[in-house]
């Protein structure tokens, strides 16, 4: 079975503090997929990252960077300078090799970036 | 830049009515997905579709479900006899279909259904 676990239900910061989400996941298969997706308050979900289980090099992409450990399961995304459009709700999700092609959400972080 | 479609934004139906909700998936995509969130909750599987049949579903997707694709663009939701507890925000997704099943799902805008 697959389980993705974000503990930080939401988050408030200041603009241009960094954020940093927290994601803890658990999967039998060897080979597997992790996603970050943002669903800003329109409702649509953004694709923003993916990492794949065999490659743990840690990435920035303009304002944002992940940390994915191996050892302890965990996929945690850094916004950095954070901006008021940032203010969304933030999925982590798995996908297992094994498991089929469907995604395990977890259950989302509300970000709430203030002026 | 492509991306998946969904009519209608929004749809309001009395409970024991039938819906259908309707994606349309990027073109060269070949997996399609539905995918539910209850208000303020996480979002949960219900079913994929490649090749004209359905790939897997989860026990949400019971008999009162049934997806199809009409043509070579459409790919429908239908529930037959909502219930209270299908109002949700239904989401459509589609990948390219990669060997091994490790695609990236970009998922359209959403249906809000609302079953009074």
């Known amino acids: 079975a697959q389980k993705v676990t974000q503990a930080q239900t939401e988050i408030s910061v200041v603009e241009k503090e960094d954020v940093t989400l927290d994601c803890v996941y658990e999967t039998r298969d060897t080979t597997y997929y992790l996603f970050w997706y943002k669903q800003p308050p329109s409702g649509e979900l953004v694709f923003l990252i993916r990492r794949n289980s065999f490659d743990e090099q840690n990435e920035i992409s303009g304002r944002y960077s992940w940390n994915f450990q191996k050892s302890t399961s965990s996929f945690n995304f850094t916004i950095t300078a954070s901006q008021v459009v940032d203010s969304a709700v933030y999925f982590c999700?798995?996908?297992?090799?094994?498991?089929?092609?469907?995604?395990?959400f977890g259950g989302g972080t509300r970000v709430l970036v203030k002026p | 830049e492509p991306e998946v479609t969904q009519t209608p934004s929004h749809q309001v139906t009395q409970m024991g009515q039938e819906v259908i909700l309707r994606c349309v998936p990027i073109?060269?995509?070949?997996?399609f997905y539905w995918y539910r969130q209850i208000l303020g909750q996480k979002v949960e599987f219900l079913v994929s579709f490649y090749n004209n049949e359905i790939s897997e579903k989860s026990e949400i997707f019971d008999d009162q479900f049934s997806v199809e694709r009409p043509d070579g663009s459409n790919f429908t939701l239908k529930i037959r006899s909502t219930k209270l507890e299908d109002s949700a925000m239904y989401f459509c997704a589609s990948d390219r279909g990669l060997a091994g099943g490790s695609d990236t799902q970009y998922f359209g805008p959403g249906t809000r259904l609302t079953v009074l």
């Open positions: 073109s060269n995509h070949l997996y």
């Open positions: 999700a798995l996908m297992g090799r094994a498991a089929g092609n469907k995604l395990t």
